[in-house]
């Protein structure tokens, strides 16, 4: 129940940001919606997760996000303007894709099960014992990534 | 529908919200935020699916985009300072001439 609650309480907030115009009151509403996603972690049993979304996501992403709202002018133009022309027509494509993925996703139906506890030790262990690869395949690529952005910053500084 | 899906439908609801406000902002840090509202409705939705199959397959995808979005967010938001001095706006509609 209380999962419920908390779901019903993300979902508030993410749509209260729809509904906000300045981006400071948009970005507390995501840090609230981040916040109840991290009780949620919690709540399902990956405690892994629940630190990293408090600690990774409202700790660092969404503090570096406000101090750039900070910096910014908030009377820029773009804030006070409602919708964009292809708002509607976008909403209509968006419902029709929905219309043909939600019979899909409505057999997506669970067992009752109870939530697998997800510790550090047990996260650590079976990462680096199954999911190695993969964490050394991103880690390459965002080591490549950089290169590439350091590069095309040096030549277009020549 | 089973009660146990309830985190799993509420991500796909903060995907569509994501999608929905990516398309109908202009303002450049507003678009960001619903950005990073899809990546967290992706995540839950990931755990709760990695949840019910009783894997941690969700988990690891989940901790790996956390990583890709520091990266992503420490790439982006300097980006978005170099825009917004040279435009002295935040509105997309006016970047239109980077493609030139």
Same mark, same amino acid.
């Given at each position: ?6 779901? %019903? #309480? ?20 995501? %840090? #609230? ?16 997760? $629940? ?53 899909? #996703? ?35 690529? #965002? ?5 590439? $952005? ?9 | ?20 406000? +990516?398309?109908? &902002? ?27 199959? !009783? ?17 992503? +967010? ?10 917004? &001095? !040279? ?6 509609? !006016? ?6």
């Amino acid at each position: 129940m209380i999962v419920l609650f908390v779901c %019903v #309480l993300a979902i508030i907030c993410a749509l209260s940001m729809l509904f906000f115009h300045h981006p400071m009151r948009m970005a507390i509403s995501l %840090v #609230l919606t981040m916040s109840c996603l991290g009780l949620l972690y919690g709540l399902l049993g990956n405690y892994v997760l $629940a630190v990293g979304q408090i600690l990774i996501y409202v700790g660092a992403v969404m503090v570096f996000m406000i101090y750039v709202i900070m910096l910014f002018d908030v009377q820029d133009s773009s804030i006070k303007k409602p919708f964009t022309l292809y708002f509607l027509p976008s909403l209509l494509v968006l419902f029709i894709g929905g219309l043909a993925i939600f019979p899909k #996703l409505k057999d997506l139906s669970a067992p009752t099960i109870f939530p697998q506890t997800v510790h550090f030790d047990y996260f650590a262990r079976h990462f680096l014992d199954e999911y190695w690869f993969h964490f050394e395949l991103a880690s390459v690529l #965002l080591l490549v990534a950089t290169i590439a $952005a350091v590069t095309i910053l040096k030549r277009e500084s020549k | 529908m089973n009660l146990d899906m309830v985190p799993f439908w509420t991500g796909i609801i903060l995907f569509i919200i994501g999608i929905i406000g +990516m398309i109908g &902002r202009t303002n450049l840090l507003s678009m960001l935020m619903f950005l990073e509202l899809m990546l967290n409705g992706i995540n839950l939705a990931l755990v709760s699916a990695g949840i019910v199959h !009783q894997n941690l397959d969700g988990t690891v995808l989940t901790f790996i985009i956390f990583i890709i979005t520091a990266s992503e +967010m420490a790439l982006t938001i300097p980006v978005v300072i170099i825009l917004q &001095r !040279q435009k002295k706006s935040l509105d997309v509609l !006016q970047y239109a001439d980077l493609k030139h």
